[in-house]
């Protein structure tokens, strides 16, 4: 049974941002592996409740009077910069976003904190962010763990009997209207079946709301650039969506080859959304097929493989402190 305590650092406010979730998922994960994790706010009696959650939540206060610096470890998110550096405790970077996370280090080239000794090891979301940080950082060790996908929450839905609905994220705006224009005008001059095909923007959603759109639509549009992994995407996939995305980054990861064009490749991108709100009888095979195929790249990140990936990130930790104590 582990003897520290672990600390991980969360914003306070309700948008919805996964990297939020990610973290109420890795506390709960630390407890169900016997640890004693807490979420740390910095409002007393705050918590994330966009998404359902039962996990061990304090402030600040609270953890100031529960630390020991000597033993227990905190765990900060990588946009927080030099602040970083400011906790105590030992200290991991959570390393959600490798784009957010850089440009948040501009300017403080001295107390850069993934070269301090204070930072034990850096938690990459995706084998992207991994690699590239362990580029820039080789003396810190950057360790992978996968985020949680509620499969009994985002549960797959056959691809056939969904509502004509387009779903996208709203990022990367002006690619995502130059491709609604394009559906549309083609439409209007009778070039294709979307005339009647509504375009649904995922925002202000609670859990609930989104693995119903989820399920219920036929395509989502991820055209975000600079995702840590895209949580989103996966849930999509889960849930039986065929999501489509530039080739770029993360995304490279998660997303069936066929649904993965060049950057900018709206003709592309186009060409498929047509194919996929087409009443021609080949169209539904082919759709259920990239469906299963994008449920099969979202399997990984299910709780039982989030569970593991913890468990395995903490085990390495808690070794790379052991080797450190060696004389």
Known sequence: MPTCKVFCHCYSHQHQVGGQKDTYKHVDALNDLGYEAYIVHDRPGFRLTWFDNATRVIDWRTAARLMNCERDYVVLPE????RILEYRGRKIIFNKSLWR???SLENCQDRDPYRHPDVLAVLAMSEH???????AYPQVAVIRVVPHIDTAVFGFKPWVGRRRQIAFVPKCRQSVEA???IVAS???VGLNEASDVSWLPLTNMGEGALAQTLQESLVVVFFSAEEGLGRVALEAMACGCVVVGFRNGSLQEILPSAALFEWGDLAGVTQLIEDAVSRRPEAPRRFEELARLGQERARPYAPHAHRASVEAAWR?????ETLAARP
């Not at 962010?129 to 580029?135: D, G, S, V």
């Not at 390495?316 to 790379?320: D, E, G, P, T, Y």
């Open 179 to 181: 491709l609604r224009r």
């Open 101 to 103: 996370g850089f440009s």
């Open 79 to 82: 946009d927080l910069g030099a």
């Open 129 to 135: 962010n991994a690699r590239h940080l362990r580029l």
């Open 316 to 320: 390495a930790i808690l070794r790379l």
């Open 186 to 188: 083609r439409a209007a």
